[in-house]
């Protein structure tokens, strides 16, 4: 079954940068969409960003669009998010996700999550 591990995360100040990861293991990402989503505490979780298996489709929150960049690596099974000038707002948890199919959406395989905390 497929597993997935994020790391990246850390605390940074606004401004600040961070690349998150998101490997797998136990089988390939290459033909799934991955999704990153974010938990804020007392909140619901909400999606972020998604990339299609061949990378060529991506979609991303209005709050995070110029910011931040989606991409993958499939021979590395990996997905990656690079989140540029933070700000406090995208303090959460961050959860990778593994669609069974090519396209975004239909999440089946969900990370533990990595914890990134954007203070002064």
């Known amino acids: 079954q497929l597993q997935l591990v994020e790391s990246g995360g850390g605390l940074v100040q606004p401004g600040g940068s961070l690349r998150l990861s998101c490997t797998a293991s136990?089988?390939?990402?290459?033909?799934?969409?991955v999704g990153w989503f974010r938990q804020a505490p007392g909140k619901e979780r909400e999606g972020v960003s998604c990339?299609?298996?061949?990378?060529?489709?991506?979609n991303y929150q209005d709050s995070v669009k110029g910011r931040s960049t989606i991409s993958r690596d499939n021979a590395k099974n990996t997905v990656y998010l690079q989140m540029n000038n933070l700000e406090p707002e995208d303090t959460g948890v961050y959860y990778c996700?593994?669609?069974?199919?090519?396209?975004?959406?239909?999440?089946?395989?969900w990370g533990q999550g990595t914890q990134v905390i954007v203070s002064s």
């Open positions: 136990g089988g390939t990402l290459s033909y799934s969409a």
């Open positions: 996700a593994a669609a069974e199919v090519g396209y975004c959406g239909n999440y089946a395989y």
């Open positions: 990339i299609s298996r061949n990378g060529k489709i991506t």
